[in-house]
């Protein structure tokens, strides 16, 4: 599994590389093309969490303010507030600054900004469990303790130097697992995880809903959570890295093509 997951880490970094000898890309371009993928990862992400919202609905609401007919508001809010959410760990990883309980927080007030203005950036104080899961999370009162764990031991993974993308899959494994908030806990930890690739060069993980890919995400935490071996998970993190990686290359190198064409 060590040899697996190692080799899937060289390819990440490999594409990684690949996409850096591109730059700079023509900024215009650019930007429709990250418009575009902000969209998507807004689209599968709630999709993962039962919006009913689809991938053309999502970009009516969140670009053009349109209402759609039979959805409810929470399901307009949900695809505003992840958009916003993006532009947030963009900003934040374009800055450079220091990740911290404040940042997770900021990012979960986001999600949940005009749905559910009592616990949006609050940590829980009641208990609670997860549909279809043998994992029970922590007691709230363990919570600011387990957090807090949780950001020295990511200190420790970066002074380690362990790479970006476990510690990505780190971020996101171990955020879950404590489930701090009492609603919003996986589109945090999905954007935790992305702000920390951003921040080292990486591009978004996007998850997808269908039913398939949703259950093999779920089974993943799930055996790291129960079974105690992050190690599926990581390796899940790793696949989603270079499959993203390699869709963004196909489409630089689709826009690039264009570009030589019309000179």
Do not use: W
């Not at 689809?54 to 409810?72: A, D, F, Y």
């Not at 200190?155 to 009492?182: G, N, Q, S, T």
């Amino acid at each position: 599994m060590k040899a697996e997951l190692s080799a899937i880490l060289q390819e990440c970094d490999t594409l990684k590389a690949r996409i850096s000898e591109m730059r700079p890309l023509p900024a215009a371009a650019l930007k429709k093309i990250e418009d575009a993928l902000t969209i998507e990862y807004t689209y599968e992400s709630n999709r993962i969490e039962g919006n009913t919202l689809t991938l053309q609905e999502t970009e009516l609401v969140v670009n053009e303010g349109v209402t759609i007919s039979g959805k409810s508001m929470r399901e307009h809010l949900e695809a505003i507030n992840h958009t916003e959410a993006i532009g947030y760990i963009k900003d934040f990883a374009k800055k450079g600054l220091e990740i911290s309980e404040r940042t997770i927080k900021e990012i979960h007030a986001l999600v949940l900004h005009g749905i559910d203005r009592e616990n949006a950036g609050y940590y829980r104080c009641v208990p609670v469990m997860i549909s279809g899961s043998r994992y029970m999370p922590p007691q709230p009162y363990l919570i600011e303790k387990q957090m807090e764990d949780f950001m020295l031991h990511f200190r420790e993974m970066e002074a380690e130097k362990v790479h970006p993308v476990i510690i990505a899959a780190y971020l996101h494994d171990e955020l879950v697992r404590i489930h701090p908030f009492i609603d919003g806990n996986g589109r945090t930890s999905r954007l935790l995880m992305n702000l920390y690739l951003l921040r080292n060069g990486y591009t978004i993980v996007n998850l997808k809903g269908t039913n398939d890919e949703k259950l093999a995400y779920y089974k993943a935490l799930e055996t790291s959570h129960v079974d105690k071996h992050p190690e599926i998970f990581q390796i899940f993190v790793a696949q989603s890295e270079t499959a993203s990686l390699r869709r963004y290359l196909s489409i630089l190198g689709g826009n690039m093509a264009c570009s030589d064409a019309n000179l």
